[in-house]
C-alpha cells in the first residue's frame, strides 16, 4: 500500500518547518549564551575592580592607621580621650578584620565560580552534540535511513534542556555575585564613614584641646594682669595716705599754733556773742510778726476770694526770675522739682485760673536752648497733649536723653564702656550714670550695671536684688557705707562732726599732746547775708625810702608811723573772734589782716539800715564772714 503524494509533501513540509524552528530556536540560545557571557565578563571586571578597591581601602586603612597612631602620641597626656581612641581603633580594626574575611569570601566565592565554569565547560560540547545532530536530520532528510531520527530528536532535546538548566544556573549565580557585591560595597562605604567619622572627632578633640589650653593661659595672664593692677593701685593708695598724713601735721601745727591765742580771744568773744543774740532777739521778734502776718493773710477769706491770675504772676515770677532758663545743664527731675515747688507756692492763693494748663505754661517758658521751642503734643509718649505737668516731665526727660544722651541704642553703648572706679563714690556714679539710664527698661540696663561693679561689690547687689533704678542707687549706697567703716568710724561722707572728732582724735594718738581746742568754724554753716560788715583795712610793712625817712609821731622809730604803732592798741580778727593785738617780735614780719573797729555810731547806723531791708532767706546771727590769717611759716 503505497504512501499518498500529499501526505508526504506535508510530512516533508512539517519537517521542513520544525527544523527551522529548531534553527531559530538554537539561534536564539546562542544569542542568549553569549549575552550571558558578556555578563559573566563584566562581572569578572567587576570583582577585578573590587578588588582594587578593596586594597585602595587596605592602603587608605594603614594612611588611617597611621594618623591615629599620630594622635595617640600626640594626646599622650589625656588619658580619657586615649580610652575612647583606643576603644575607637579597635572596632575599626574589627570591622576590617570583618572587611578582610569578606573579601576572602569574595575571593572564595570567585574561585568556585571559576570552578563551576570548569565544569559548565560542557556546553560546547552540548552545543557541538545538537550541531552533530542536526546534521544527521538533515542526513535523515537528504535520504538516509541508517538510524531512526527520534531518538536524534530526542536527543537534541535533552541536549536543549541540559543547556537551559546550565544557563539559568549561570543567570542565578550571577544574581548571587551582584547581591555579594552590593553587600561588599556597602560595609566598605559604612568603613569609610566611620573612619571619617573618628578623623572629625580626634580634630575636634585637638582643637577643644587647644582651645582650653589657650583659655588657661589668657586667664592667668589675665589674674596677673589684675595682680599687678592692684598692686600699683596699692601703692598709689598709700602714697595717697601718706600725702593726707602730712596735710593732717601741716593742719596739726596750725591748730596749735591757734590753740596758743584761744584763752585771749574767748573773753572777746563772749562780748560778740551778747552783742550778736541782742540783734537776734530783735530780728526774731520781726521774723514772727511778718510769718503771722503771712498766716492771717492765708487764712482770710475775702482775700482768697479775691485773688486773681494777677496775684499769682506777682507771686511766682519773682521766683521763675530768679531761676536760670534750662538749657540741659541739670538733670530733668531736678529741675521739674524746683518748677514745681514754685508753682505750689501759688496753691493756697485757690485761683481757678491757675489750672494744670497754666501751671504747665509757666513750666513751658522756662525753656530755652535746644530744649526751645516746645511742642504741642508729646512725640515720646504717643503724641498726648502736653496739657499737665508729668506729660511735660515726661517730654523733658525724653527730649533730654535724645538732646544730651542720644537715642537708646547710644545711651545702652554709653553704658557699656562706663565702670565704677576706685575712685567713684555712689553719688558722683550716680550723677554720672543716671542720665544714661532714664527712659530705658530696667531689666535690660541692670547686667551692664552689675558689669560696672567690682566684684565684692557685684555680689552684694546680686544678693540685695533692687527692684529698681533708685532701690539699686540706695543698695549701692549703703553697701559703699558698709565698706567705710574699715577706717574706724561711720561717719564718712554722712557725718562732718563725726570726721571732724575722728580726724583729731587720731591726730592726737599719733603725735601726742593735750587736748585741741579746735575753734575753726564749720565751712557748711549757713550763711547770714544780714551780718555786720566791719571796716577792713589791710597794713603791709612800707618799704624804706632812700629820698624820705618818715618817723612814727610816738614811739619815734622809723620803721613805721602812728597808724601801725605796736605801742597802740588795736582789735585784730582772728578765727571769727575779735582780740586785743600784742606786740609779738616773731610775727612782727609777717602781712595780716586787721579789722579796724570804727565809731559804734557808724556801726549801729549800718545796722539800721540792714534791718529796713525784709527778705525771706533765712536769719542766722552767727554767720559771720570767713577771714583767715596769712601766717608765714619760719
Known sequence: MGVEPAYLDQLNSNFDLGIKLVQKKIHKLKEEIKACERYISHLEKNLQSCNEEV????????????????????????EEALIVQDRR??????????????????????????????????IPDILINIATALDRVEAYIDGDTSFNPKNTLNGIRISLTTARGLMQR????????????????????????????????????????????????????????????????????????????????????????????????????????????????????????????ILNLQNNPLLANMANLVDVHKLIDPQLASLPYYD??????????????????????????????????????????????????????????????????????????????????DAMRALMTERFSTMDTADTYEKRIKPYA?????????????????????????????????????????????????????????????????????????FGGGHIAHVRKSPFTPRNAYATKKVVRKIVPSKASSKLVRHCSVCGKAEHTKVNCPRLKRTKKVNYVYQDEEEDPEDSEDSEE???????????EDDNENEDDIDDESRNCYALKKKWCEVEYL
Not at 592607621?65 to 600626640?74: A, P, S, T, V, W
Not at 497754666?358 to 508729646?378: D, E, L, Q, S, W
Not at 533704678?469 to 567705710?484: P, Q
Open 438 to 510: 532714664q527712659g530705658l527698661v530696667y531689666a535690660d540696663i541692670l547686667p551692664y550695671l552689675y558689669n560696672h561693679m567690682p566684684q565684692y561689690i557685684e555680689m552684694r547687689l546680686r544678693q540685695a536684688n533692687p527692684p529698681n533704678l533708685g532701690a539699686f542707687f540706695t543698695n549701692l549706697r549703703g553697701i559703699c557705707v558698709r565698706l567705710a567703716r574699715d577706717l574706724g568710724y561711720t561717719g564718712i561722707g554722712t557725718d562732718d562732726d563725726t570726721l571732724e572728732k575722728f580726724i583729731y582724735e587720731d591726730l592726737t594718738k599719733r
Open 328 to 409: 540741659g545743664q541739670e538733670e530733668p527731675d531736678s529741675y521739674y522739682a524746683k518748677l514745681r515747688i514754685i508753682n505750689e507756692t501759688a496753691r493756697p492763693l485757690a485761683v481757678a485760673q491757675f489750672n494744670l494748663q497754666a501751671r504747665t505754661n509757666k513750666m513751658i517758658g522756662k525753656m530755652t536752648g535746644r530744649f526751645h521751642p516746645v511742642p504741642a503734643t508729646n512725640p515720646y509718649n504717643a503724641n498726648n497733649a502736653i496739657n499737665n505737668e508729668p506729660e511735660f516731665l515726661n517730654w523733658l526727660q525724653g527730649k533730654y536723653r535724645e538732646v544730651m544722651v542720644g537715642t537708646n541704642q
Open 89 to 122: 581603633i579597635i572596632q575599626l580594626e574589627d570591622r576590617i578584620d570583618k572587611l578582610k574575611s569578606c573579601i576572602q569570601e569574595l575571593s572564595k566565592s570567585n574561585n568556585n565560580h571559576s570552578e563551576e565554569e570548569q565544569k559548565n565547560m560542557a
Open 55 to 78: 586594597n585602595h581601602l587596605k592602603d587608605k586603612c594603614k594612611v588611617i592607621q597611621g594618623e591615629l597612631k599620630k594622635c595617640q602620641d600626640h594626646l599622650e597626656l589625656k
Open 170 to 293: 549561570h543567570a542565578q549565580d550571577a544574581i548571587n555575585m551582584q547581591g555579594l557585591y552590593r553587600i561588599a560595597n556597602d560595609r566598605i562605604n559604612g568603613l569609610r564613614n566611620d573612619l571619617t567619622t573618628t578623623r572629625n572627632q580626634c580634630l575636634r578633640r585637638a582643637q577643644l584641646l587647644t582651645l582650653a589650653y589657650n583659655n588657661e593661659v589668657n586667664e592667668r595672664r589675665r589674674w596677673w594682669q589684675i595682680a599687678q593692677d592692684r598692686q600699683t593701685n596699692g601703692q598709689r593708695i598709700a602714697l595717697r595716705k601718706q600725702n593726707r598724713i602730712n596735710v593732717l601735721i601741716g593742719e596739726k601745727a596750725i591748730l596749735q599754733r591757734i590753740n596758743q591765742r584761744r584763752k585771749a580771744e574767748a573773753e572777746l568773744a563772749e562780748f560778740n556773742r551778747a552783742f550778736v543774740f541782742n540783734r537776734y532777739q530783735k530780728w526774731k521778734g520781726r521774723e514772727l510778726n511778718s510769718r503771722q502776718i
Open 594 to 604: 586787721y579789722i579796724l573797729e570804727d565809731d559804734l555810731e557808724e556801726e549801729i
